[in-house]
């Protein structure tokens, strides 16, 4: 059959602050049955400012934060944006030499001849007491922090906050009640992603995966018998999102997360997701 009413649910889908790829892509939209969430970047805010510096005694806040800007120039992570952010009042970052990132980790380079990497801290437990406390009090907000190291040495946490985003307060509920499993997937510690999902009411947690543990996620489910869509906003959902059933990027995602996906939220709210499977939904049944 010619997909005239899916062209037409494709425009109000457009409308709706979902764009839709094609009447395929809306076809597999509503046969939809489980969704794998991002956090960061996501789930909550791409605007994530750095609240608290927390430098060990004798460092200088200002330096710290203008090495940590210098190998996050490489960076189009919301983390890198903001700590580039919260260097400017410190004035200009110094070059970093052979800058690189590291996916669902961090960034690191050579600024000043010290080896400088910012990313996620493996084991707060391994820290000096003053930036364990740190992660600790940010673990308990769903704040996300990072490890600054100089030559393999800790020397601060930054404490990024990580704000929800519009929409995603009642997405969950509202998937969940149109009969979809909800999973949130995050290379994020374990303690600020619980913080995040208890806040959200998703029951379903994997933290600490890496770019192909997620699309790994989303293949078992596959295994299973689910049409997985999953929603992010990084370089490191590329796999899952072309591993996925259907993609969603959202509209202030990277590049790659955008050309990797099926879908691209056009507005911020989150909303669209539940809107963009609900059409598709109703859609198929005006089909058939
Ligand atoms: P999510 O899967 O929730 O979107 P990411 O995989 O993007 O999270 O990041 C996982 C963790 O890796 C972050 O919580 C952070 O600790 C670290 N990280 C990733 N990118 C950066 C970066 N550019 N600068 C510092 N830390 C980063
Ligand atoms: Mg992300």
């Known amino acids: 059959a010619t997909p005239l009413a899916l062209v037409a649910a494709t425009g109000a ?58 190998v996050e120039s490489v960076s189009e992570h919301p983390i890198a944006r903001a700590v580039r952010q919260a260097a400017v ?54 704040h996300t922090s990072v490890v600054v190291t100089a030559d393999g040495r800790p020397l601060a946490v930054l404490t990024v906050g990580d704000g929800l985003r519009a929409g995603a307060d009642g997405l969950v509920g509202r998937l969940k009640r149109m009969g979809l499993r909800t999973i949130m997937a995050t290379g994020d510690r374990p303690a600020p992603a619980r913080t995040v999902a208890r806040r959200l009411g998703v029951a379903d947690l994997r933290a600490g995966l890496d770019p192909i543990g997620k699309a790994d996620l989303v293949a078992g489910l596959q295994a299973d018998g689910r049409t997985v869509a999953v929603a992010g906003d990084g370089i490191n959902d590329t796999a899952a999102l072309a591993r996925a059933d259907l993609g969603i990027a959202v509209a202030d995602g990277t590049d790659a997360a955008i050309g990797a996906a099926d879908v691209t939220l056009v507005h911020p709210d989150l909303g669209g997701i539940a809107d963009a499977i609900a059409l598709a939904r109703r859609t198929a049944r005006t089909i058939r």
């Open 13 to 70: 889908g457009a409308r709706r602050g979902v764009l839709v790829g094609g009447p395929q892509v809306l076809e597999r939209l509503g046969r939809i049955d489980t969704v794998v969430l991002d956090k960061t970047g996501t789930l909550t805010a791409g605007a994530m400012p750095v609240l608290a510096v927390s430098v060990l005694p004798g460092e200088d806040t200002g330096e710290v934060l203008r090495s940590a800007a210098a």
């Open 89 to 142: 009042p410190y004035g200009t970052p110094s070059p970093a030499a052979d800058a690189v990132t590291e996916p669902g980790r961090g960034v690191r380079g050579e600024v000043d001849g010290r080896a400088v990497a910012v990313g996620r801290c493996e084991d707060p437990e391994t820290l000096p007491d003053v930036l364990r406390d740190a992660v600790g009090d940010a673990d308990e907000r769903g």
